[in-house]
């Protein structure tokens, strides 16, 4: 099965992932592990990668494309694979498709603007072990501090309500033209499936309501 992963952050994109990857025996794949596997390893696309990075610069769609196009052609995506985080554009879309990149299914977690804002702007760390907090759900004993130090907490710049706006508004427009493009290539070539499930339902629910319909896209064919 080969699937593609869309939701705005907070969605709970990373659990779901886990579940589909188990279910499915396919490796998650995303363009931050690829790049980093590739720099390391130092393969030519790797090369020129870092060379953009370290002159601070965006790494572009093409080496990006030939990336996702070089880990899908390894073995352990011999039964498919889910890809996280790409295509992030329109372009990305369509240029991953002109280069032979076939998706069987497209899942979409849906989740209000409001109850993003609320998830993750509720987030508190503790940098020291990464432990995690909610000021709503998952509260400290002690607001704004550590359970087990006692040393204070802190809000990620990325869980400020202000960065999350900013995040959301640059997903909406690149999300509406993906998912638009993805429903237009299902009306006129029947692949990708596309799959959209309610994120604020519980988190089992949200996993069966997907494995339920990528069950019944693989009995199909």
Do not use: W
């Not at 907070?10 to 396919?26: F, N, V």
């Not at 999350?164 to 690149?174: A, K, N, T, W």
């Amino acid at each position: 099965m080969r699937i593609v992963l869309i939701g705005p952050p907070g969605a709970g994109k990373g659990t779901q992932a886990r579940y589909i990857c188990e279910a499915y025996a396919i490796p998650q794949i995303s363009t931050g592990d690829m790049l980093r596997a590739a720099i390391a390893a130092g393969t030519e696309l790797g090369r020129q990668a870092k060379a953009v990075i370290d002159a601070g610069e965006l790494v572009s769609d093409e080496i990006i494309i030939g990336l996702v196009t070089d880990r899908i052609a390894a073995p352990d995506c011999a039964n498919g694979f889910l890809l996280d985080g790409f295509p992030r554009t329109l372009a990305q879309a369509q240029d991953a498709r002109a280069a032979g990149v076939e998706v069987d299914a497209v899942v979409v977690i849906t989740v209000p603007d409001t109850a993003v804002v609320e998830r993750l702007s509720g987030r508190r760390i503790h940098p020291a072990s990464g432990r995690v907090y909610h000021v709503t759900y998952n509260p400290p004993r002690e607001a704004e501090h550590d359970d087990v130090t006692g040393e204070p907490l802190v809000q990620r710049e990325d869980d400020r309500e202000a960065t999350i706006r900013d995040r959301l508004r640059v997903y909406h427009e690149r999300t509406e033209q993906l998912t638009g493009y993805y429903r237009e290539l299902e009306t006129r070539a029947g692949r990708p499936r596309m799959i959209t499930v309610d994120g604020q339902r519980p988190i089992d629910a949200v996993r069966d309501a997907i494995l339920d319909r990528l069950s019944a896209i693989a009995q199909a064919g």
